[in-house]
């Protein structure tokens, strides 16, 4: 294997499990995230825009996204990362109850932009009960209406007490951010029935086919068409689809400046898994320069079985 196929490997094998951290500004989040990633706390300052750090916690890995809570950021940034995420993790000042109610806005906000069929993990950690005008936490479950969690029956969620200065229950936090993701990336597995990745003129470079859908007219030319339609029409030169239903299956397209990667799973399935699989894909193998492992790679980072798909590849 080549220094460049290693490095590629390499890059593929840090992606973990989505999370993403948000909260008002000054609330801890980025404390929180160098809690994790050295155990110790750490004095930061306000985060601009969007932090990205890859932390281990156990046996689970976490691709971590640290958003900048200030109202600029809240707009731009945050619905794209909270709904590609596996889990939310809200923190908010506990000493600060003159910021609860904008809190409160923003956590129902981000919550109800969750799709309703996907399963989804919510860590609440009401920081800062080491200063001594803290709330308590029924307080502040009770102002947040927290207790509305029960009747969203795809999310799974835990509320924490903590201090990053003190390390109060940070540990029991990361238990059961781990416990908890780990069941969930079992359930939100997808098992792709098409994968294509075309050029942008729409020439197939790379297609897997399973169970006979391509002898499907009918289905491929609506697999061909939301290719030329929404990647190029509406897209432009690069974008994402979030996903299209029809019939009994999810469509999920993006393009790149180099390439449209299109993927078909069942209608049952986790689109925002899918879309995480295609930002891997498309960020691996933009830097590709032939397509010697192409193959090996779709494979691997699809995490299927070659032997139950018809390939056809688009170059020799």
């Known amino acids: 294997m080549s220094t460049e196929e290693k490095s590629r490997k390499l890059k593929f094998d840090k992606k973990g499990i989505p999370l993403v951290i948000i909260g008002l500004t000054q609330a801890g989040k980025t404390s929180f995230v160098q809690r994790i990633l ?13 932090q990205f ?19 600029t950021y809240r707009k731009a940034i945050w619905e794209t990362y909270v709904k590609l995420a596996f889990g939310i993790v809200f923190v908010i000042d506990s000493s600060d109850p003159s910021s609860f109610d904008e809190a409160k806005e923003e956590f129902w906000k981000s919550v109800d932009q969750k799709d309703s069929t996907d399963e989804f993990l919510i860590l609440f950690l009401c920081n800062k009960t080491d200063l001594e005008d803290s709330e308590d936490l029924e307080t502040i479950i009770n102002h947040m209406e927290l207790y509305k969690l029960a009747e969203k029956e795809n999310a799974s969620y835990q509320f924490f007490k903590t ?12 238990d059961w951010l781990k416990k908890n993701t780990s069941k969930l990336s079992a359930k939100r597995a997808v098992d792709p029935l098409m994968f294509m990745l075309a050029d942008l003129e729409g020439f197939p470079i790379l297609e897997i086919d399973k169970l006979g859908l391509k002898e499907d007219p009918t289905l491929l030319a609506g697999f061909l068409a939301a290719i030329e339609s929404f990647s ?7 974008g994402m689809l979030q996903y299209m239903v029809a019939g009994d299956y999810k469509y999920i397209v993006k393009t790149d400046d180099k390439y449209i990667y299109s993927m078909i799973i069942d209608k049952d399935e986790c689109q925002e898994e899918a879309r995480r699989q295609i930002d891997v894909l498309s960020e691996v193998i933009a ?30």
């Not at 201090?163 to 990361?174: F, P, V, W, Y």
């Not at 492992?293 to 018809?310: A, K």
């Open 232 to 238: 190029q029409r509406l897209f432009g030169k690069t």
């Open 38 to 50: 050295t155990g110790e706390f750490q004095p930061t300052s306000a985060t601009m825009g969007l």
């Open 53 to 71: 750090e890859t932390a281990e916690v156990g046996n689970a890995r976490f691709d971590i996204f640290d958003l900048g809570g200030h109202i």
């Open 287 to 316: 830097g590709m320069k032939e397509f010697g492992i192409l193959e090996g790679i779709v494979f691997q980072i699809l995490g299927v079985d070659p032997s139950v798909y018809v390939m056809e590849r688009g170059y020799s």
């Open 163 to 174: 201090s990053m200065k003190s390390g109060e229950n940070i540990d029991n936090a990361l």
